[in-house]
Structures are given as structure tokens and as C-alpha cells.
């Protein structure tokens, strides 16, 4: 039988590049996405529930499927009200963590970002923090939580501090040897192609960091 993929967040990045390798894969006869705008000229075999996803326990009967993706997050750009920010970041992956529970989803993954950690002072690592052990406390069996440094890849929007970033970093992955590779720069492509293998490899591992999902973008199926 075939496989069904939910993804969270298949409107930004690395969402939409996941989404491209599961339309293309044959093993995946159903992708139920769960966002609040709809996407057109996509295949039939995409399903989209369009809503408010900060409620997403009222989608719960089409929460149903074999892998979760959850791509879900924002910038306090975008998001300036700290409540808000972490009604998204914090409280979509691990609303998505307990349906998946709920409903016998026995993979889930979630991006979250290097250096997370609820016991830090700063606001976002505090709260990617907090949204692992969250997510990690439903026991879910196949769970993996990726771990990015600065992801690099063509958004359509503006970042006018991102573009910056974009001719520094190259710069600065040049003295990031040894234990210092993980804060290297990575593509979005390589997250995508990392969340993709992985839902078919199912390692015992729960984090993995930066350099490590490098790892798993380039191991074959």
C-alpha cells in the first residue's frame, strides 16, 4: 500500500522543497497539507485543508497518515509579538506531536534550529527549546528533530539582513573545522532531502544537528 505525508509549513522553504520530492515520489499516494492559504497547480493526489493551523485540533479526523513533516516557523520580523511567535513556533509542532500520538502516526519530524535549548536567556533558543521536549514527550516512535545553523536558500520575500548574512557567511564556513562544521551554513535543499530519507531510514536517533543532517540528505534510500 502506499504512504500518506502530512507537512506543516509546505508554503515556506524547505516545506515546499519537501513537498516537490514527495509529488515526484510514486511511494507517496496522498500529501495532506494543513495551512491557511491554499496552493494552486499542485497534483491530485495533494490534499489541502486550508484554516486557522493555530487551531489545528479541529482538523484532527484528517490528521491521519504515515509520516508528519512540520516545516512550521516564523521570524520576529515577521512575527513581532513574542505571544504570537511562540503561539506558531511552539505551538504548532507540539499540537501537531500530540495528534500524531492521538491518531497512531508512528513518524513525526519537526525543523528546529542549532543551539536549542529551554534553560538559554535568549528568547528563540529558549523556545525551540522548550517545542523539543515537547514534542519529544509524546514518545512518538520514529522522532527526529532537526537541528539547523543558518539556512541558505531563495526565499520570496525580503531579507534585507539575510542578504548580508548570505556574503559574510561564506566567509566564516572557511574557519568551521572540526567540532565547529555544525554551525557551517546549510541549504534548504538539504534539510528537505535529510527530512525525506529519513522517513524511510527511521535511525534510532531523536536530534540531529547541522552537520549531521548533512549526513543524511546524501545517504541513499
Do not use: W
Amino acid at each position: 500500500m502506499g504512504k500518506t505525508a502530512i507537512i506543516l509549513g509546505a508554503t515556506g522553504l524547505t516545506g515546499n522543497l519537501l513537498l516537490q520530492k514527495l509529488i515526484s515520489d510514486e511511494n507517496y499516494i496522498s500529501i495532506k497539507l494543513f495551512s491557511r492559504k491554499k496552493m494552486d497547480g499542485l497534483p491530485l493526489k495533494v490534499q489541502q485543508f486550508i484554516g486557522n493551523i493555530l487551531e489545528l485540533e479541529s482538523f484532527k479526523s484528517d490528521f491521519t497518515g504515515d509520516t508528519v513533516f512540520c516545516c512550521i516557523g516564523t521570524t520576529l520580523k515577521k512575527t513581532p509579538d513574542k505571544n504570537i511567535y511562540r503561539s506558531i513556533d511552539f505551538g504548532i509542532p507540539t499540537k501537531a506531536a500530540q495528534l500524531s500520538k492521538e491518531n497512531n502516526i508512528e513518524t513525526f519530524m519537526a525543523v528546529s534550529a542549532l543551539g536549542a535549548n529551554s534553560k538559554s536567556s535568549l528568547f528563540y533558543n529558549k523556545l525551540k527549546g522548550e517545542m523539543e521536549e515537547k514534542v519529544l514527550s509524546f514518545n512518538i516512535k520514529n522522532t527526529y528533530i532537526l537541528q539547523p545553523s543558518y539556512i541558505k536558500g531563495n526565499r520570496n520575500e525580503n531579507r534585507s539582513m539575510e542578504r548580508v548574512f548570505d556574503v559574510i557567511f561564506p566567509l566564516i564556513n572557511l574557519f568551521l573545522i572540526g567540532k565547529l562544521k555544525k554551525y557551517k551554513t546549510i541549504k534548504a535543499t538539504t534539510i528537505a532531502e535529510a527530512m525525506y530519507n529519513l522517513a524511510s531510514l527511521k535511525p534510532i536517533i531523536k536530534k540531529i544537528e547541522s552537520d549531521q543532517i548533512k549526513k543524511y540528505a546524501i545517504t541513499k534510500n
